[in-house]
């Protein structure tokens, strides 16, 4: 079906996306309480998991992804402002008239389904007269949202264990963080493929695809003027490294990549880049995206700092002239 579906969408002028899409989708980008998934980066690099398409109607950035599980969900971008009702309610009509006729719904029935709605579009949802909109909330794809001054200090008693980490990092021999640039991107390879020989690869790669082929997206869209990066060296040789963006205005740091080979050293990463890069930078707030529910992830992401946890919705949405 999903097949079948996204052809129908291709027919209708919507576009393949990937990282010939990254300009379109950077247009988008607001940064500051943007979310982490609908950045121009994550939605360029890792489309190809979802064969997702794109095109703007109304103004709006709209994409749609094909689950592996047989999920399609609509996601749309508004303009950098929301000016008129009228706008949103003729995009939904649209959507939900392409959704029917792709095959994606049941006559008079829910058939239109938004991922990544924030608080202020389910608002601007909930006022439009001629919609139900049903709301669903799931922790795993909420965002973590971490202040750079936190991540500096680690104060008092619960962050005990960073801190004695971080000195068993630093009191390693031969350690040292350098800046990642274009030129010297391959070392990130390097990294994933010392990672790769301690991993189950059907299982890594289960939910989106693997990490290594949106690594290379990366590397192709990599500009040393939009994102930073730091890479860790231990005896000299490439052991970890991360990339983020800073946007909304020197605000907020966008992660979109962080590993250590080297245990805690992960820890170290990000001390490293909050206090060298982004705290000199005047950089306020981290996003380090979601944890996907995953239990090492999460213990991880809930444990590094003290954090915000910014609500993600699934939104059904049905016509109310069409309930029995």
Same mark, same amino acid.
């Given at each position: ?6 052809? !129908?969408?291709?027919?209708? =002028? ?5 990282? $010939? ?20 980066? /994550? ?19 709209? *994409?749609?992804?094909?689950? +592996?599980?047989? @999920? ?22 649209? %959507?939900? *008239? ?6 994606? *719904? ?5 058939? &239109? ?6 608080? @202020? &579009? %389910? ?27 936190? &991540?500096?200090?680690? +104060? ?29 991107? *391959? &070392? ?11 991993? $189950? ?44 963006? /800073?946007? =909304?205005?020197?605000?907020?740091? !966008?992660? !979109? ?9 992960? /820890? ?7 206090? $060298?890069?982004?705290?000199?930078? =005047? /950089? ?8 996907? =529910? ?12 003290? @954090?915000?946890?910014?609500?993600? !919705? %699934? ?10």
């Amino acid at each position: 079906m999903s097949g079948s579906s996204r052809g !129908y969408f291709l027919q209708q =002028g919507f576009l393949p996306m990937g990282i $010939d899409s990254f300009p379109v989708f950077k247009q988008f980008d607001t940064g500051g309480r943007q979310f982490h998934e609908l950045t121009a980066t /994550v939605s360029s690099i890792w489309a190809f998991g979802f064969d997702a398409v794109y095109k703007i109607i109304e103004g709006f950035l709209c *994409s749609i992804w094909f689950y +592996k599980t047989g @999920h399609v969900y609509f996601v749309i971008q508004p303009p950098r402002s929301i000016t008129a009702d009228t706008s949103l309610s003729q995009l939904l009509d649209t %959507l939900y *008239s392409m959704a029917a006729e792709a095959g994606l *719904s049941e006559a008079a029935s829910a058939a &239109l389904q938004l991922w990544a709605v924030d608080e @202020h &579009l %389910l608002a601007e949802l909930r006022r439009l007269e001629a919609w139900d909109v049903l709301p669903e909330y799931n922790e795993d794809c909420s965002e973590y949202v971490y202040r750079v001054a936190d &991540l500096v200090e680690w +104060k008092g008693g619960v962050n005990l264990n960073k801190r004695n980490s971080l000195k068993r990092c630093f009191n390693t021999p031969n350690v040292a963080i350098r800046p990642l640039s274009k030129e010297n991107f *391959s &070392l990130c390879f390097a990294v994933e493929d010392e990672w790769c020989t301690h991993q $189950d690869c059907e299982s890594c790669g289960a939910f989106a695809g693997c990490l290594k082929d949106s690594l290379k997206n990366m590397a192709a869209i990599f500009d040393n003027s939009i994102y930073g990066g730091i890479a860790l060296y231990i005896d000299d040789k490439p052991a970890g490294y991360a990339i983020w963006e /800073v946007m =909304g205005g020197t605000k907020t740091a !966008y992660i !979109y990549f962080a590993k250590s080979n080297v245990t805690n050293f992960n /820890v170290y990463l990000y001390y490293m880049m909050a206090k $060298d890069y982004l705290a000199e930078a =005047g /950089v306020e707030y981290v996003n380090n995206g979601y944890d996907m =529910g995953k239990p090492g992830l999460r213990t991880f992401k809930k444990h590094l700092s003290v @954090h915000e946890l910014i609500p993600k !919705y %699934l939104c059904t949405l049905s016509r109310k002239s069409n309930r029995a």
